[in-house]
């Protein structure tokens, strides 16, 4: 902006005493920040992220990302990864980037390190106990077979596929009497009810079929378990006496208690739970027992995302980590990575519910997304956000026919304010106009610092006239405002120049050129004034 043919801008020596400033708001986070360029040359690490990877500050700045990556992992942007800290080791982080304009304009990147190798590490280990488990079940070189209540088999290994001669998509769901004849099906029967009966184990000798078609007499080990309801869940079996090598229901419950993720499943009939973890009932912040016989749907924090959820169970089957709000007993909400998958246990069709706690992780992201979009010295939005939002508000206003009105703002005199009283009291000055100017318009305004002592507001639904008056306002409250001084006080005025929005295919570039114009006008005029753009500026 041009005052009488000399040009007003912050020197220099603002811009750099403005960039560590506006960094050194990073330093209090608890989680670790950097600033880097597009390259990934890091320009500011913050303590905390010196201390995550074991480096005194400042020996952080200079290095790169890539100097940071273990030589043999990917690098997935925004994703989870690996760094290398400072003693070679790995360490596991969520990372969040975000653009971040510099107060030069220089393009740089905001990215945020969350710790999270504890839980990758027991995720990991707790993926390979149960892969392991299903390892076991299935090269167990001896035919295992599952039964639920009703007699019917839910599950059988390879062995027994081989032993038998049967394949298992033939066998699951039925039971002993479509595989045996009647009378070998019926003592087989006998045994599992009382097996299931007296909770105990048995072992006797039978004939069974196999492979072949021929029957054989075979030593089998049976025992009973309860599903996680407590209720009788149905019977284990082994041909052969290999009790000790069976799978486990208890060990895989032990399983999921130690899982820091919530873990529950409902039936998809009524949506009652009918099993949650220790972590889940610590989430939702009520015991086990009230939780089992509860609905599911009482723990969403509203039903729109209750819907999204089904209508993606209804399409794919699956919802993959999701960002859902749940409620606590308490009804406080909180923000979760939510995955449900399908499943058919011992014949009843379930959700199987996995949640995460995203709260802490999720209002750093939006804190430092808002640090990003907002001027550091004023609060308000910096240029890049302010085109942004605006552009949203002007497709509005000519999608609904509305008007619009753009005022663009410059404080009088600002550089002879930072030469009589020093910057440190110019940019007070500048923060106090920002604060000005929020004090008079309304709360879907959008304001925003152009630069230097230029501000500029777009108002949503308001004619030029109409802008007028309320600019008006605006300039007689920044005069009438004290500014504090090293050596007393003083005011300052401002110039305000006015666009409204000019047909269908009007731009905001455009309107904002004409606002300036106006401001021209209003500076030529003497200052301390409002102007409306008419043709010919």
């Not at 360029?37 to 290095?63: F, Q, S, V």
């Not at 975000?98 to 740089?108: Q, R, T, Y």
């Not at 595989?179 to 087989?188: E, F, I, Q, R």
């Not at 605006?474 to 305000?496: D, K, Y």
């Amino acid at each position: 902006m041009f005052d009488s043919g000399n040009p007003v801008m912050i020197p220099q020596q603002g811009v750099d005493d403005a960039r560590p400033a506006a960094w050194q708001a990073f330093d209090a986070l608890p989680a670790g920040v950097c600033v880097s360029t597009p390259a990934g040359e890091i320009r500011h690490a913050n303590p905390a992220l010196h201390a995550l990877l074991g480096y005194p500050p400042p020996d952080l700045i200079g290095k790169t990302l890539a100097d940071l990556t273990l030589p043999d992992d990917p690098v997935p942007e925004g994703a989870e990864r690996r760094l290398r800290r400072r003693d070679g080791s790995g360490l596991w982080v969520a990372e969040t980037v975000a653009p971040f304009g510099d107060v030069d304009g220089a393009p740089l990147r905001l990215t945020l390190f969350t710790d999270v190798d504890e839980r990758c590490r027991r995720e990991a280990a707790l993926q390979d106990r149960l892969l392991m488990k299903e390892a076991l079940f299935d090269t167990l070189p001896v035919p295992v077979f599952v039964k639920d209540v009703r007699g019917q088999y839910i599950r059988v290994n390879d062995a027994f596929e081989r032993y038998t001669g049967l394949d298992r998509r033939d066998l699951l769901q039925k039971t002993t009497f479509a595989v045996m004849d009647p009378g070998t099906a019926k003592a087989h029967a006998a045994q599992d009810r009382a097996v299931l009966a007296e909770e105990s184990r048995a072992r006797y000798e039978e004939v069974v079929p196999v492979a072949g078609g021929t029957l054989r007499m075979t030593s089998l080990s049976k025992v009973s378990f309860r599903d996680s309801s407590g209720n009788p869940g149905g019977i284990v079996g082994v041909i052969h006496d290999l009790t000790d090598s069976q799978p486990n229901e208890g060990r895989l419950e032990a399983i999921l208690e130690q899982s820091p993720i919530g873990v529950s499943v409902s039936r998809r009939d009524d949506g009652r739970i009918v099993f949650v973890n220790t972590r889940f009932a610590e989430l939702i912040g009520l015991p086990r027992d009230r939780l089992v016989g509860s609905r599911a749907r009482d723990y969403y924090l509203d039903n729109h995302q209750r819907e999204r959820v089904l209508e993606r169970l209804r399409g794919s089957g699956a919802v993959v980590n999701m960002e859902v709000q749940f409620k606590k007993a308490d009804g406080s909400p909180f923000w979760t990575l939510f995955t449900v998958n399908q499943a058919v246990i011992q014949g009843v069709e379930v959700n199987l519910a996995w949640i995460y706690d995203y709260t802490e992780r999720r209002n750093m992201e939006e804190a430092l997304r808002d640090m990003a979009s907002r001027d550091p010295l004023t609060g308000i939005y910096n240029r890049r956000s302010f085109m942004e939002m605006a552009r949203q508000q002007l497709a509005r206003a000519h999608r609904f026919h509305e008007p619009l009105a753009v005022f663009v703002l410059d404080v009088d005199h600002f550089k002879k304010i930072n030469d009589t009283y020093g910057h440190a009291t110019g940019d007070d000055a500048l923060r106090m106009v920002a604060g000005g100017c929020q004090a008079i318009l309304r709360e879907y305004d959008v304001l925003g610092r152009l630069g230097g002592e230029e501000f500029v507001v777009v108002l949503p639904g308001a004619t030029a006239d109409e802008t007028r008056v309320v600019a008006e306002r605006v300039r007689r409250n920044l005069a009438r405002m004290p500014i504090p001084a090293p050596e007393g006080r003083f005011h300052l005025t401002s110039s305000i120049g006015i666009a409204g929005l000019e047909g269908a295919t009007d731009t905001l570039e455009k309107a904002i050129h004409r606002a300036d114009l106006a401001l021209y006008r209003a500076k030529h005029e003497g200052r301390n004034r409002v102007v409306v753009y008419e043709r010919g500026m």
